[in-house]
């Protein structure tokens, strides 16, 4: 199979797991580009970091239509970021292979564990058939809660800000399973607002770290990054379409499920 087909389909897979999932899907991002596609562990972070700001571009544009971002709260949020995605895009391109790919599948296994969660209903809200936190579908009808006055504490709020910065800059990923329950914990956005703030938040993250990597784009391969960007973000509109037809909860565990798997392949892979 060519380098060209292999990364339209896999970029294909990423894309419908971002549209219909709304986060985890850029965790497959990298394995993809290392294992079938032939990149270096600190390469595919960095063409990792470009396809996920792309496709979160994209995706933030549709939201933003819908009114589900809150842009004073997301810049907020993602200032406390900025800084350690930066300095963690420094770090990425001193840190071991094997140590940058054990990191990351840690944090993929991350992901799966949050997917594979139960759903916790939202105080008035639905008690069964809600999304799971931090990974609803985007497709799917969610049921946000009454807005809660929950005060907002400025150190913690920091603090989770600052946390995904840093696991953007290093592992390349979007941290969308980490970002939305941290939005919709510590600042109390609705579910739905959540998520598409989530891409605002990411989308600084990202270009903050890859405005520290340009020491590592020479090992990047545009013919193989442009097809897979291209697909990544097609399939993310079709994956906010299947996820309007298949149950969110079935999408999210079978995902969660081959996440798993690629994660013990690759911590198996950089220990053996």
């Not at 810049?75 to 990191?103: D, V």
């Not at 609803?136 to 946000?144: S, W």
């Not at 690629?262 to 892979?269: G, I, P």
Request: no cysteine.
């Amino acid at each position: 199979m060519s380098v060209l087909i292999l990364a339209l389909v896999a970029g294909a897979v990423v894309g419908l797991a971002l549209g219909g999932l709304g986060g985890g899907g850029s965790v497959l991002a990298v394995p993809a580009l290392i294992y079938l596609l032939g990149f270096t562990p600190v390469a595919a972070t960095t063409a990792s970091l470009i396809i996920v700001t792309l496709t979160s571009i994209s995706s933030l544009a549709a939201h933003a239509r819908d009114g589900n971002v809150r842009w004073r709260s997301g810049l907020l949020f993602a200032a406390a970021g900025i800084g350690p995605a930066m300095l963690g895009g420094l770090a990425a391109g001193r840190i071991p292979a094997t140590a940058l790919t054990i990191a990351f599948s840690v944090t993929a296994a991350l992901a799966a564990w949050r997917m594979l969660r139960p759903s916790r209903p939202a105080q008035g809200g639905p008690a069964q058939g809600g999304p799971v936190q931090g990974s609803p579908a985007q497709g799917e009808a969610v049921h946000d809660s009454p807005a809660e006055d929950r005060p907002v504490r400025p150190p913690r709020a920091a603090g989770s800000g600052a946390g995904l910065g840093a696991v953007t800059g290093v592992l390349g990923v979007g941290g969308g399973f980490l970002a939305v329950p941290a939005l919709v914990g510590v600042l109390g956005l609705r579910m739905k607002t959540a998520v598409g703030t989530s891409l605002l938040v990411i989308v600084i993250n990202s270009l903050a770290a890859l405005a520290t990597r340009t020491g590592t784009a020479d090992g990047l391969d545009w013919a193989v990054i442009a097809p897979f960007t291209a697909a990544a973000i097609l399939g993310a509109w079709d994956g906010k379409r299947l996820a309007a037809k298949i149950s969110g909860n079935r999408l999210r565990q079978v995902f969660a499920y081959v996440l798993l798997a690629v994660a013990a392949f690759m911590l198996l892979d950089s220990l053996i």
